[in-house]
């Protein structure tokens, strides 16, 4: 069987039993981590080593949240309130889009995840008018070799004469069920099934209690955008939690503008948060509900949401998250006492928690995923702490929440395969994947501008 061993680095496990290592070693077998100590005896048998000395090791990070499909069009939505994205971009360019246009930009969107240290990557995908435009999608995120839980959910373009609107329409089943039977059989696989549903706030009370029930029912994770506006079914949740159709596996995105009893209950009824912090600031969902979950004793999960947006990297998100709550608990001690808090609200640590340990969690996978931990999958991430902008490192934590960038992500390891190593990510034809993403982002807006709508 093939091994690894990571040799003399600074190991940031994120598992409890095994904490920190200054200096330590990590020994993968095949697909799994084996062996975290401080140092670790190879006995007899081969083995790759890698120089770990002046590097840090964490483990693969999990990016709980990304339309990745708008990966062509990057940065085009960057103006735009989340009133104009509905119109625009779901109304407008999402209609234009063809298969191979969602299979480019999952596929460089996962590449990207992989290049930025993500190893598992929540792709929310919306945009599935036909099962080709969903199949292109599967098949970018596999040829990518990222780990992935692929969340099928449904387009949301204006409704034609005679057409339901899609706050209407349940969840197809039977796409659901074809994608169970095929690309996405395998539970354990490199790519996982959940479901992206309209819940309460974007669909009928009708439409929210069949995805609910269709979800547990087969057994994967109903997750659901929460806030952006008025709800379509005002007090739905409330009715949901009478109907007992929330608990574990529902999963709450944004979430900002829920009342506090109301998050109480769904704490307490094992609801999972995934904050997507830079786009909540900037499209305007409000102030990220960070601080009200620390509070109740549970962490967020965190997202890049939109590449159309902003930039597609983890720690960043983050560390804006970790720094906006921070602002806010600061700004509340000097309203309340009148003086800056004595220590800090939330230590640094807490914000790996959220991209490692707590992604994992609210996949479930928390026992395959999210820490280095023996007979765990051996995804991780290797910083190259010797650089310019790193040096020196006091506190590895604060180095990686703080301070790292990409320059930094030497190499990034899957299930025990190298996906990058001294810097570069190991694709070929990288070039031509970049092309084709370019050219499908300029065919997007100009069909849009072809059928004289505002692109
Ligand atoms: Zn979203």
């Not at 001294?422 to 065919?443: C, F, Y």
């Amino acid at each position: 069987m093939r091994r690894t061993l990571i040799r003399s680095a600074t190991v940031i496990s994120m598992d409890d039993a095994i904490g920190d290592l200054r200096t330590g070693d990590v020994l993968v077998e095949g697909d799994r981590i084996v062996d975290v100590l401080p140092s670790i005896d190879l006995g007899s048998g081969e083995a790759e080593i890698f120089d770990g000395t002046g590097r840090i090791v964490v483990p693969g990070l999990i990016n709980a949240h990304m339309h990745t499909w708008q990966t062509g069009l990057r940065g085009f939505a960057a103006n735009w309130t989340l009133l104009e994205y509905f119109r625009r971009m779901h109304a407008g360019l999402a209609t234009v889009f063809q298969p191979d246009d969602i299979y480019i930009a999952t596929l460089v969107g996962a590449l990207n995840q992989i290049n930025h240290g993500a190893t598992t990557l929540v792709d929310w995908c919306h945009n599935n008018p036909t099962p080709d435009h969903t199949d292109a999608a599967v098949r970018g995120l596999l040829e990518s070799g990222i780990r992935a839980a692929f969340f099928h959910g449904s387009p949301k373009p204006e409704p034609k004469p005679g057409e339901p609107h899609f706050s209407e329409v349940p969840h197809p089943r039977r796409e659901v069920e074809r994608l169970l039977a095929g690309a996405l059989a395998d539970r354990d696989g490199l790519v996982t099934l959940g479901l992206a549903i309209l819940g309460p706030h974007y669909s009928t009370l009708d439409v929210a209690m069949h995805d609910l029930r269709l979800a547990r029912e087969l057994n994967l994770i109903a997750s659901m955008h929460q806030g952006g506006g008025p709800a379509k079914t005002p007090g739905g949740w409330e009715k949901l939690i009478e109907a007992g159709f929330v608990g574990p596996g529902v999963n709450i995105v944004h979430g900002n503008d829920l009342a506090d009893e109301l998050l109480d209950r769904m704490v307490d009824l094992g609801v999972s948060f995934s904050v997507t912090p830079e786009n909540e600031m900037i499209q305007g969902h409000g102030f990220p509900i960070t601080g009200r979950l620390l509070k109740r004793g549970v962490r967020p999960t965190i997202g890049i949401d939109l590449e159309s947006v902003l930039a597609g990297d983890l720690l960043s998100a983050a560390r804006v998250a970790l720094s906006m709550q921070r602002a806010l608990d600061n700004a509340e001690s000097r309203k309340t006492s009148g003086t800056i808090p004595v220590t800090t609200t939330i230590p640094v640590r807490e914000a790996l928690r959220w991209v490692t340990t707590e992604g994992a969690r609210m996949l479930g996978r928390e026992h395959q995923i999210g820490s280095l931990t023996p007979g765990k999958l051996a995804d991780l991430v290797i910083i190259d702490a010797s650089h310019l902008n790193l040096v020196p490192v006091h506190d590895p934590v604060a180095t990686v929440v703080m301070q790292t960038s990409l320059a930094n992500i030497e190499a990034v390891m899957i299930g025990g395969s190298w996906k990058k190593r001294n810097g570069r990510l190991l694709v070929d034809g990288l070039e031509s994947k970049k092309q084709r993403l370019a050219q499908s982002g300029e065919r997007l807006v100009q069909d849009i501008k072809r059928q004289g709508r505002a692109a």
